[in-house]
């Protein structure tokens, strides 16, 4: 985005009861168009409101994550912020991003399937004790560069794999490989 550091990377515009949303837009075209910007983006807030007091009444005892590499709006992340959510970073940035609002540490996960050293660094420097693993070779990298880990999160590829781990409890390769990730987490880290 160009512009300077104090101009508003976002405005957020409540509509009155009585104003149009087709109105609304067009005004924002005419207004962008005079000014010689090429882009804007029109979305109703209020689902995400919506969307996380379903998940509440629906499903509380287990914790919404956003992957904030899915939309990284400061005002998307300020309203999940401010209603708790927890938040999924795959980067420096989206990290800042997210402490930047006041997130915890111990609400932040350094997600990403390969991490940059640099990456789980900062995270260790930062106090973020949730990082996702999916393989050996990242388990190991994250033991070397985050020696206070709390707790390692081993990914899972699809919601099928999951319901075959959770439901059928065959052994099957991906079965066989979240068991040796466990057993290889509880030898690389004293937890």
Known sequence: ???????????VELLEGSAALRDVIDKHIRDQTLALKSAFLVADLGVIVRQQVRWRAE?????PFYA?????SPVVIEILAALGTGFVCSNKHELDLVKDF???SQDIILGGTCKQLSHI??????NIPLLVCDNEVELR??????????LYTVQVKS????LFLMFLKEVSSAHQACIY??????KTVIL
């Open 1 to 11: 985005m160009k512009g300077t550091p104090d101009e508003p990377r976002f405005s």
């Open 59 to 63: 499903m509380d005892q287990i914790r």
């Open 68 to 72: 904030v590499k899915s939309n990284s």
């Open 102 to 104: 006041g997130v915890p």
């Open 121 to 126: 660094k900062y995270a260790a420097k930062h």
């Open 141 to 150: 990298k994250i033991a070397r560069c985050h020696p206070k880990i709390q």
């Open 159 to 162: 919601l099928e794999t999951l």
């Open 181 to 186: 990730l466990i057993k290889n987490t509880e």
